[in-house]
């Protein structure tokens, strides 16, 4: 348990993270980090059963604690009942003999092998089973290793559902540096909707009455300020490059814990990545890496609040978004330099996108203050189409 005392209404801050190991060599260190668990159950997909969970499979039976494996067959894109059931459905050997006087022969704890959808799943399923749950990383693509919320796919609708967050996270530097490029730029692009998310979240507190905890979101800004700064040397594969992004992740990961909800993670950009994300599941497309849309409604959010800037006569406004104006050039020029790859590029998708991102959750943010100011279609419009002009230059 991390706990400390804050200046903050809360008064304090904890969360249930009883540690993290993020170093050269780190799954060799799993018989030590799980030494009070002895039924492991390890969850993986294919592509991270190779790069990993096999590994960690021969880990833990060498030392004796080793339960079961389940390998998630195909591409699983986003956590959704089907994954979730089978998930807990083989938690024990379906095919096992039953005992008719006692109940299934659980494991004590799970192990998730994998990023962004793996985790999910597994923190749900700890959460639903009642068991403990860690994970071991195998990509640095995407802020969430440490949070308590899991973005869940159900009734035709993508809702972040609370859950509890892993006892330990391990990343082993040696597996997590070989990731896909693409999806190490993923996730510096879910640390760049920070700046959008802490801003939205500073909107709310001054023009919604809404409670900011000052140091969490300094420490999310400084995080961030360091992943831009290391996302630079990301094609080196350096290892100590690869330790401070996740070290980063795992700063956002605990904010979202401390606060007990996501504003110290994702703001209007993040509910906008999930409309898109939405709409090419309604389609039957597979969705682009979480990271990469988010880091796209940054740059769009971050039109909006430039434009906002410009126009509004709110002296207080005006001074609150010009400390941001910095961190939105910055995103703009790494974004350029690293040709991070668009996610749409359709208009009209962009736009409804837009839309649907208003009515999706009820969170104070640039998108409520531009409807409340009679201005959110002419925003969202004018906004799409510099965006647009960006992408296509």
């Known amino acids: ?21 993020i170093s050269s060599g780190a799954i060799n260190k799993i018989p030590e980090i799980l030494k009070d668990y002895n039924k492991v159950y390890v969850v993986a997909d294919e592509r991270t059963y190779r790069a990993a969970g096999e590994a960690v499979e021969k880990i833990l039976k060498d030392c004796g604690k080793y339960h079961r494996t389940l390998v998630l067959e195909g591409e699983v894109v986003l956590p959704n009942v089907e994954t979730l059931g089978k998930i807990v459905l083989f938690a024990n050997d379906p095919g096992a003999k039953p005992n008719f006087f006692a109940y299934s022969d659980l494991p004590d704890f799970i192990l998730a092998v994998g990023s962004g959808t793996v985790n999910d799943s597994c923190r749900l399923a700890s959460y639903r089973l009642g068991l403990p749950y860690g994970i071991v990383g195998t990509a640095p693509s995407m802020d ?25 996270v391990i990343g082993d530097l040696d597996i997590l540096k070989d990731a896909p490029f693409k999806m190490m730029l993923a996730g510096i692009g879910d640390m760049l909707g920070k700046y959008i998310g802490i801003l939205d979240w500073e909107l709310a507190r001054d023009y919604s009455g809404e409670y900011y ?53 994702s703001g209007s950009e993040h509910i906008i990545a999930h409309a898109w994300e939405l709409y090419d599941i309604e389609h039957g497309n597979r969705p682009q890496l979480h990271g990469l849309e988010v880091c796209e409604g940054t740059r769009l959010v971050a039109i909006m609040y430039k434009m906002l800037y410009e126009e509004t006569q709110d002296a207080h406004l005006k001074e609150l978004i010009e400390k941001y104006i910095p961190y939105f050039d910055a995103v703009e020029e790494f974004c350029v330099k690293m040709n991070v790859p668009p996610t749409v590029t359709d208009r009209q998708i962009i736009i409804d996108g837009i839309h649907r991102a208003l009515i999706m959750r009820d969170r104070y943010t640039i998108l409520f203050y531009l409807r409340d100011q009679g201005k959110f279609d002419e925003y969202a419009e004018k906004a799409t189409d510099k965006l647009l002009e960006i992408l296509n230059a």
């Open 1 to 21: 348990m991390i706990e400390f005392k804050c200046n903050c209404a809360m008064g304090s801050h904890k969360a249930p993270l009883e540690g993290f190991e």
């Open 213 to 265: 905890c000052e140091k969490i979101a300094a420490d999310v800004i400084d995080a961030t300020n360091k992943c831009l700064e290391n996302g630079y040397n990301l094609a080196s594969r350096d290892k100590e490059c690869i330790k401070n992004i996740m070290d980063g992740f795992l700063v956002t990961g605990l904010g979202m814990a401390y606060t007990g909800n996501s504003r110290p993670a």
């Open 144 to 168: 969430g290793y440490a949070s308590s919320g899991t973005p869940f796919l159900h009734s035709g609708s993508k809702s972040t559902v609370q859950c509890t967050t892993p006892k330990y």
